[in-house]
């Protein structure tokens, strides 16, 4: 990056005062930065190197809370759900976001109308969303009854699961609400990239003979590849802070089957009163989601297209 | 970036020739005669327009899913307890009655003056500190700028998670638990939105600063003559951004509110879901108590939200 020339040391142009005016500038924002992430993180890290609970400070203990959440099965189930989010959310969140983009980006009526009805679920509050669903996906909610007319047509054997009282599918009730609630943003984002896209492009490759698909796959999504990885980082990494969703809808139960990472440190943190061991997996998190950045930072030079100026 | 309105996404997204053909031509034939018709592309009409209704269908088909919650929601809140277990939603048992129930049993009324409190201090106070920031940042040249604004890029890699624990302890040291000052202080500070806005101004030309310092207008004056005057769009743009994310915020109101009187919206609401989890109608009654007034402004400012988060979202882009 490159920043602002310096100004010239011209008799008119030298201003000494830019010197402690910067600094008066940054003053209200640099002591909320210094308190509340500076001291704040130097905190978590010293912590979570501590016996901490509800007293304060008890011991210090080196990596054992660490060692011992290596050692803790729910710790473990916590990070296998968190991966399950991320690798059912993330691409099925990209794939129904690009497809409604790709639909409104073709020039019919009413485009206005279907962006603002999917656009609502981002605008709302995640717990109503979590509410509805826990109705909807009740032992005799809706979705269990299209189920079943959707047996009774076609004959095929598909029986209603119980989505939320089972450790199989409360997970997929997750997966379902969060799909709801974001897919929306992810749509609006495609659709703003998909108008970046010149025209000639697209001619061009019909000219030349390229069918819908091929112009799709050679042209558009080659194209819009910088916003694909956006918002597949952008939404992998709300998928490793996941948090309300399964915290109202499921509660990360049954049996810790849907409970996330996050929550796991909430509950350690604030049920159990246990700030190092919460401390401690949040750098975990934090590790994983540095990791998963570096990996995605390397490999996006094999597939993301970025226009030169 | 144009998302001003469905217009400029149809004239942009046009597949092929008129879009008049489309538009009247669901039972006519439009005239050859008409401006922009090609005649090359008049054999494809037809199979087009099947591709359009087959568009519509699928639209339409996504619409209803992403609605039906929504209809869902109010059909519910609106039939006595019975009448939801017999399945009975006819409009002979529509009544007003859980709303007045989840009324009477919580205090909503308080939720939304606290959700209004901390989402319109922490959106004003939260964007004029960024913006000091970004202006130094961006405009203003002292010693250690730039190490500085690197640390406060490093610290965007770190999840809110691992900040939670340490401000809580923060806020109880401060006698601040169960407090506005709990709800609102913390989150007056945005590395975010401080990040957005410093790339903001930088795009405006110095020339302008210069020939202000020339006639002797101070730092100050130029801040808040020339550069925020300069910058309402992005300004506009992030302020929905940080206040719909303040107002649907729910970990950290949860972490440093006990009492019921200090409760934000989402917070109140999860904790009705808590205490009646399966009274439905008063649940789904409390849902769009909670979500309309957030639902119509945002019908109402439709262009303005996803501008907003948009442009927020992809980081000023």
């Known amino acids: 990056m490159s920043l602002p020339p310096a100004p010239r040391r011209s008799l008119f142009r030298w201003r000494p005062d830019q010197q402690w005016e910067g600094y008066l500038f940054l003053l209200p924002s640099l002591l909320g930065f210094a308190v509340f992430v500076i001291l704040a993180v130097t905190m978590s890290l010293g912590i979570s190197f501590t016996s901490w609970g509800l007293t304060g400070f008890r011991a210090?203990?080196?990596?054992?809370?660490?060692?011992?959440?290596?050692?803790?099965?729910?710790?473990?189930?916590?990070?296998?759900?968190?991966?399950?989010?991320?690798?059912?959310?993330?691409?099925?969140?990209?794939?129904?976001?690009?497809?409604?983009?790709?639909?409104?980006?073709?020039?019919?009526?009413?485009?206005?109308?279907?962006?603002?009805?999917?656009?609502?679920?981002?605008?709302?509050?995640?717990?109503?969303?979590?509410?509805?669903?826990?109705?909807?996906?009740?032992?005799?909610?809706?979705?269990?009854?299209?189920?079943?007319?959707?047996?009774?047509?076609?004959?095929?054997?598909?029986?209603?699961?119980?989505?939320?009282?089972?450790?199989?599918?409360?997970?997929?009730?997750?997966?379902?609400?969060?799909?709801?609630?974001?897919?929306?943003?992810?749509?609006?984002?495609?659709?703003?990239?998909?108008?970046?896209?010149?025209?000639?492009?697209?001619?061009?490759?019909?000219?030349?003979?390229?069918?819908?698909?091929?112009?799709?796959?050679?042209?558009?999504?080659?194209?819009?590849?910088?916003?694909?990885?956006?918002?597949?980082?952008?939404?992998?990494?709300?998928?490793?802070?996941?948090?309300?969703?399964?915290?109202?809808?499921?509660?990360?139960?049954?049996?810790?089957?849907?409970?996330?990472?996050?929550?796991?440190?909430?509950?350690?943190a604030f049920r159990d009163i246990r700030m190092d061991k919460a401390a401690a997996m949040a750098w975990f998190l934090f590790i994983f989601i540095f990791a998963f950045t570096l990996i995605q930072n390397r490999l996006q030079r094999r597939w993301v297209y970025y226009e030169t100026e | 970036m144009n998302l001003d309105d469905a217009a400029g996404v149809d004239g942009l997204g046009q597949e092929t020739g008129p879009s008049a053909a489309g538009v009247d031509g669901l039972g006519r034939e439009t005239g050859p005669s008409e401006n922009g018709v090609r005649r090359s592309e008049m054999r494809t009409t037809r199979s087009q327009r099947l591709g359009r209704l087959a568009l519509h269908a699928a639209l339409i088909g996504f619409s209803v899913l992403m609605v039906a919650p929504f209809f869902a929601m109010l059909l519910v809140s609106l039939v006595p307890q019975q009448a939801f277990l017999a399945r009975e939603f006819g409009l002979d048992q529509w009544t007003l009655s859980n709303y007045r129930e989840t009324f009477?049993?919580?205090?909503?009324?308080?939720?939304?003056?606290?959700?209004?409190?901390?989402?319109?201090?922490?959106?004003?106070?939260?964007?004029?500190?960024?913006?000091?920031?970004?202006?130094?940042?961006?405009?203003?040249?002292?010693?250690?700028?730039?190490?500085?604004?690197?640390?406060?890029?490093?610290?965007?890699?770190?999840?809110?998670?691992?900040?939670?624990?340490?401000?809580?302890?923060?806020?109880?040291?401060?006698?601040?638990?169960?407090?506005?000052?709990?709800?609102?202080?913390?989150?007056?500070?945005?590395?975010?939105?401080?990040?957005?806005?410093?790339?903001?101004?930088?795009?405006?030309?110095?020339?302008?600063?210069?020939?202000?310092?020339?006639?002797?207008?101070?730092?100050?004056?130029?801040?808040?003559?020339?550069?925020?005057?300069?910058?309402?769009?992005?300004?506009?743009?992030?302020?929905?951004?940080?206040?719909?994310?303040?107002?649907?915020?729910?970990?950290w109101p949860l972490v440093v509110t006990s009492s019921e009187t200090m409760r934000t919206i989402p917070v109140g609401l999860a904790a009705f879901v808590g205490q009646y989890s399966t009274a439905w109608g008063l649940l789904m009654a409390g849902a769009v108590i909670a979500l309309l007034p957030v639902l119509v402004i945002y019908i109402i400012a439709q262009k303005w939200f996803v501008q907003g988060i948009t442009l927020s979202g992809m980081g000023g882009r």
């Open chain 2, 104 to 251: 009477r049993i919580v205090p909503f009324g308080r939720f939304y003056l606290n959700s209004a409190i901390v989402s319109v201090t922490v959106t004003v106070v939260q964007i004029l500190i960024s913006s000091l920031a970004a202006f130094a940042f961006a405009r203003l040249r002292f010693r250690g700028r730039d190490a500085i604004f690197v640390l406060y890029l490093a610290t965007l890699m770190i999840p809110f998670p691992v900040t939670v624990i340490p401000n809580f302890l923060i806020i109880k040291n401060l006698g601040w638990y169960d407090s506005y000052r709990a709800l609102i202080v913390p989150a007056l500070f945005s590395v975010f939105s401080t990040f957005l806005l410093r790339q903001y101004y930088r795009t405006l030309p110095m020339d302008l600063d210069e020939a202000a310092r020339m006639d002797g207008a101070s730092s100050l004056r130029i801040w808040a003559q020339i550069v925020l005057p300069l910058s309402g769009p992005v300004l506009a743009a992030l302020a929905i951004f940080v206040f719909q994310g303040v107002w649907n915020d729910f970990l």
């Open chain 1, 60 to 268: 210090f203990v080196g990596l054992d809370n660490y060692r011992a959440l290596l050692r803790d099965p729910v710790f473990w189930q916590a990070v296998r759900n968190t991966a399950f989010y991320l690798v059912t959310i993330v691409p099925m969140q990209l794939a129904l976001g690009l497809a409604m983009a790709l639909a409104l980006n073709q020039g019919l009526r009413a485009t206005g109308v279907y962006r603002l009805i999917y656009f609502m679920p981002v605008v709302t509050t995640v717990v109503a969303g979590a509410i509805v669903f826990r109705l909807l996906l009740s032992n005799n909610g809706l979705i269990n009854v299209w189920i079943q007319h959707f047996a009774q047509f076609t004959g095929l054997p598909v029986t209603p699961p119980n989505w939320l009282g089972s450790t199989r599918y409360a997970r997929w009730a997750v997966v379902i609400l969060t799909l709801w609630k974001n897919t929306g943003f992810t749509m609006v984002i495609y659709l703003a990239a998909l108008q970046g896209v010149p025209r000639e492009l697209t001619d061009a490759a019909r000219v030349d003979g390229a069918g819908g698909w091929q112009r799709l796959r050679h042209v558009t999504l080659p194209m819009i590849s910088s916003t694909t990885f956006f918002l597949f980082v952008y939404q992998a990494i709300g998928a490793f802070q996941l948090f309300t969703e399964p915290f109202v809808m499921t509660r990360g139960g049954p049996a810790n089957s849907s409970l996330s990472v996050v929550q796991y440190i909430y509950l350690a």
